[in-house]
């Protein structure tokens, strides 16, 4: 999954020319930017506590833009991304929000109507991959689960194969 959040972020900035992009993780008490098109290096983690944006986008499930007047632009965000005018796209699995893609434009203004159609199909599309890659470990984790569960059986059958088994029965 980390593989797949930094290219998202590149191919965001790349591929469709945006100049910042970055995938923050859900968490109880605020997200976690964990990639971005440029390195941010560690975890950055911002506080849920002034994130209207954030919140409206998990709310309504939706991509958000933010402006002066509605939907200021969140002060963490604002700093990482360089621009008061981002946009804000959902990352569905499992019925839920689990991350947020953020992107700021090359130039001044608020993002068009084409680049929030834009984002939004990419979330979209990105939430399905986020899914899949998470049902694909989970699989793996389950058949890792049963081989070892198999290989214990099989080592307690040849400790009852290899018991010795008395059939003289002694009387009192």
């Known amino acids: 999954l980390q593989g797949l959040g930094r290219q998202a972020c590149t191919e965001l900035c790349d591929a469709f020319g945006f100049a910042n992009a970055l995938l923050s993780f859900v968490e109880d008490d605020g997200f976690v930017v964990e990639e971005s098109d440029h390195c941010i290096g560690a975890p ?6 002034g994130c209207v944006a954030e919140r409206h986008c998990i709310r309504l499930r939706d991509t958000i833009r933010t402006n002066q007047d509605d939907v200021p632009a969140s002060p963490g965000y604002r700093d990482l991304l360089g621009s008061v005018d981002y946009l804000v796209a959902p990352v569905i699995a499992e019925s839920r ?3 947020l893609l953020h ?3 090359r130039s001044e203004g608020a993002p068009c109507a084409r680049e929030i159609d834009l984002l939004d199909t990419f979330a979209s599309a990105y939430s399905l991959l986020h899914e899949r890659m998470l049902n694909t470990e989970r699989v793996q984790q389950q058949r890792t689960s049963i081989a070892r569960a198999a290989a214990r059986l099989t080592e307690e059958a040849d400790r009852i194969a290899a018991a010795a088994i008395s059939l003289d029965v002694e009387y009192l």
């Open 97 to 99: 929000v689990v991350a």
């Open 44 to 49: 950055t983690v911002i506080r849920r506590r």
């Open 103 to 105: 992107v700021s434009r």
